[in-house]
């Protein structure tokens, strides 16, 4: 289910994105082979989602915290997972997703780029600027702490519909370049 | 000039053997294993300011044959104590999420020796590239 979500969500974001940037709808360069990256993406968020939650909470037990029902905890709980999975597995996947991403353009017009063309083809400044530093605390945190906050069936489907709201944002916010849409 | 860099060699593998000294003998083993339970992020920052700055500076040798005072040495020792408390917390956090996975997909953990290298496998995995990564910037944001 994981793959099916993203690979149907996601892919629906980018095609959204990419026509509030040219106008028009246009299909991606590889889109078959985007769409099975973003599914495999699914299945690792829907492991990754899962492992985080468990982690943060064996981790309180250790502490000594223990996990009321309140409202406030509940939140409390969902932020905490949700700056620890952002800030550790949300970067290395972002940073794989936008190599792979390139990858497959770079094949797509004809090119057999090496491990070291392909990183360098890859304009990291704006990821580290934009990406890492303004899209996680102010969107991924407080998006993934809603997510956490909501019973663990509807996580992984919450997290694949704020793909496609990010790339609405980006677009009203300013006049985004199209590689700072990606995720 | 060659001089002072054997002094220097002399300095640096008596510094380690002291800890590792340190880490050996009965009484201050006893004590390590103690302070490592009951204060493990403040453990985890000495633990990593020293040797990972022990670390760089033998680097630096190597590459230079001579010691080097890094660039503002005192900033990444404070970065490195502050990456070892993060660090202490990490290796707790993914291995008891990793447990917890093992656990849901009813793999049960047993306690042979290949069972343990592998929970050990799957964890290191999603440490290793994070950590590389933001040091990186780390030092370059020191060097700018």
């Not at chain 2, 202490?88 to 953990?109: C, L």
Request: charged share 15%; aromatic share 14%; proline share 3%.
């Amino acid at each position: 289910m994981g793959f099916i979500k993203f690979a149907v969500l996601a892919t629906m974001g980018e095609l959204l994105a990419l026509r509030l940037a040219k106008k028009t709808w246009i299909r991606p360069n590889g889109m078959i082979y985007k769409i099975a990256v973003w599914g495999l993406i699914g299945v690792l968020i829907t492991y990754m989602f899962s492992f985080y939650s468990k982690g943060v909470s064996a981790m309180m037990e250790q502490m000594r915290i223990s996990p009321g029902d309140s409202f406030l905890f509940t939140v409390f709980t969902a932020f905490l997972t949700s700056v620890i999975m952002n800030l550790t597995f949300g970067i290395v996947f972002m940073a794989f997703h936008r190599m792979s991403d390139t990858y497959i353009e770079m094949r797509v017009n004809q090119k057999k780029p090496s491990l070291k063309e392909l990183v360098q083809a890859i304009h990291w400044d704006s990821f580290i600027t934009f990406v890492v530093f303004k899209t996680i605390p102010l969107f991924w945190i407080p998006a993934h702490t809603i997510t956490f906050s909501l019973p663990s069936q509807y996580r992984v489907v919450a997290a694949a519909y704020l793909s496609i709201i990010l790339g609405v944002i980006l677009i009203y916010s300013k006049k985004p370049k199209v590689k700072d849409l990606k995720l | 000039m060659l001089k002072r860099a054997l002094i220097g060699d002399i300095l640096w593998v008596i510094s380690l053997l002291i800890i590792t000294a340190l880490l050996v003998f009965p009484q201050t083993h006893e004590l390590f294993i103690q302070l490592t339970l009951h204060r493990p992020y403040l453990m985890g920052f000495i633990k990593f300011a020293i040797l990972a700055t022990m670390g760089e500076l033998l680097a630096l040798r190597l590459g230079n044959s001579a010691w080097i005072k890094p660039d503002g040495m005192i900033y990444k020792i404070a970065v490195w104590g502050l990456i070892g408390v993060l660090i202490t917390y990490m290796f707790s956090f993914y291995s008891k999420g990793v447990s917890a996975m093992m656990e849901q997909m009813r793999i049960s953990p047993g306690d042979s020796f290949l069972f343990t290298v592998f929970t050990a496998f799957l964890t290191v995995d999603q440490q290793l590239s994070l950590l590389n990564g933001f040091h990186k910037i780390c030092r370059i944001g020191n060097h700018g």
